[in-house]
């Protein structure tokens, strides 16, 4: 069966390592750019590593996909198992419900009242916790380095004989329908490719490419920023765990070998709205990739905040040796979407990462083929359907806190 899987972030590439596994598949994966793709979703220094979820479907996914992360060929090598710290106000129900669930696995998790707490699992920790906070750590959670993790399945599935098309003759311009069926796409180069089954896993773009879609899909920028330590702080820090502040939403990462520090914050985000066809206005990324932004005054001012209560005034004040706005494809509850459009009968939408896919990595593709071939049981089918008539709102999933999403386009604050 031909196979074209429009994306080649953790989605589409996750989905064709499911398919080359199970074989009689010809797949073909379209991007718009070579993978690693440096302004897909998918890419970037690191990425949060854990099974830390208040939904116990995706701890147990988590659980399977750290199984992964800490023994496949394909991934052992780019996790680095810091453990994390998981803090909160003292009523954050995310946060509890993420430790209960642990619990009931039996994952060994140790709470943290007091600064002495982290101390005694992370002995250089030096800041304070804030008065009313506290949390705890999952020791066997921890990060990975995002950009490596592709290149590797990127290169595994080319030994696969899976065909890569990138650049123009990659970039899908529209799909072609012929009434309830999606016979190909039609590229930037102008040709038109066809196949039977054809997989939508273009992540935050996904609206540029699909019918108007109400509250189904929404694009939303947040906010990163790097800081280059100096080899000191850099041994300095080099034993943190990840930390995620559901108060905040702030997170940051242990410095990287070459001593970069990242945070961002998971919060509602920022939306940029465009008139992509007439009566037709979506949130979506830019199409040209954006190298550094200015970020919202906002959400700069509460990043070094956040930095300063973490790694001290000094490094809170330095310049930001580079910024990003990086998209998440929100769904309204969080759910990932792995279905078969309403309207296609043939195009299977495989995205809605809503800022938390990247973990799933080692196992979404057993998932988002486990929904394509109907085996999975109707849990899951409800679960990632792409109609869930019930929701009307962008309730999400309870861990994102800040302002509400607002406009904000990158390309207009764009640092030459
Ligand atoms: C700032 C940030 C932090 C995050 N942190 C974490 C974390 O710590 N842990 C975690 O688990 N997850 C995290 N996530 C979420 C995770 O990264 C995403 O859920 C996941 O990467 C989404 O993958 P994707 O394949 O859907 O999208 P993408 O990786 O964006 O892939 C979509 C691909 O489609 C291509 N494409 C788009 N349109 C077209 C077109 N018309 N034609 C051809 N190709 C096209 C794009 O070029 C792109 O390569 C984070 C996300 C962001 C933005
Ligand atoms: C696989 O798909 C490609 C692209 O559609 C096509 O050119 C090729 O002939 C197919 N190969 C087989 C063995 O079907
Ligand atoms: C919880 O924290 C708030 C401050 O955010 C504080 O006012 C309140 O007393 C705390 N409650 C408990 C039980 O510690
Ligand atoms: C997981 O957490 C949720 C929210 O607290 C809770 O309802 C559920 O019972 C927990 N599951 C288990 C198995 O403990």
Redesign the pocket.
Known sequence: MDVLI???????LSTALELTKRGGYNITI????V?P?VD????DAN??IRPDYADMTYCVMGMEAMKGWRNHPLFKNHFYPSGILLLGPNDSMYRDASFNNLSAMGTPCTKIHTTEDIRSLYPTWHNKLRNHQKGYVNQLSGWADAEQTVKSVTNYLVQQGVTFVCGPH???QELLTQGDTVVGVKTLADEKKVADLIVL?????TA??LPKQQTRLLAVG?P?GYVQLTEEERVRYQNYPVLLDFETGFYSFPPTRDGLLKF?RHGFGFTRTVDLKKDKKESVPPFVPVSSVTLPKEAEDELRNCVCSVYGKQISQRPFSRTRI????DTADADFVFDFHSKYKNLFVC?G???????FFPVLGKYSVGCMLRELNEKYLNKWAWEKPSLKEFTLDGSRVGPLAYEYDPEMYCIA
């Open positions: 429009i994306g080649a972030g953790v989605f589409g379209l991007d718009r750019a993978p793709v897909g979703s998918s890419v990425r949060i990659g970039t899908v896993a273009t992540g935050a773009w540029s490419l947040q990163v961002a990086c998209y998440y494809t995205t990462g809503s800022g938390h896919g990247f973990k």
